[in-house]
């Protein structure tokens, strides 16, 4: 199992920026794919984006052009570098892992962080 701590969230005006980190533990965080999600009271947890072990990369279509995912696997830390951010991108931000390939399905993760905040003011 692996443990995933983020940071990076805060509150920012509308057309701003913002990097999420994801910290993660343990020897295999190589091996696992790593997917970002966001979630608003009241509603289902969103897929936002994954990255791949090789670095293969997938997006949902809310964010493509804005939202960059990346990994440094010597660091064992997952980003989200977040750009041109919207009021609607306002959510708890959450990272996940998982063996296999990437999925956008939150119930394909069994493994989570307990989420970082982001804000955005219009």
């Known amino acids: 199992q692996v443990q995933l701590v983020e940071s990076g969230g805060g509150l920012v005006q509308a057309g701003g920026s913002l990097r999420l980190s994801c910290a993660a533990s343990g020897r295999t965080f190589s091996s696992y794919v790593m997917g970002w999600f966001r979630q608003v009271p009241g509603k289902e947890r969103e897929f936002v984006a994954a990255i791949s072990w090789s670095g293969g990369t997938s997006y949902a279509d809310s964010v493509k052009g804005r939202f960059t995912i990346s990994r440094d696997n010597a660091k064992n830390t997952v980003y989200l570098q977040m750009n041109s951010l919207k009021p609607e991108d306002t959510a708890v931000y959450h990272c996940?892992?998982?063996?296999?390939?990437?999925?956008?399905?939150?119930?394909?993760?069994?493994?989570w962080g307990q989420g970082t905040q982001v804000t955005v003011s219009s």
């Open positions: 996940a892992a998982r063996f296999g390939v990437v999925a956008t399905n939150s119930a394909n993760y069994p493994n």
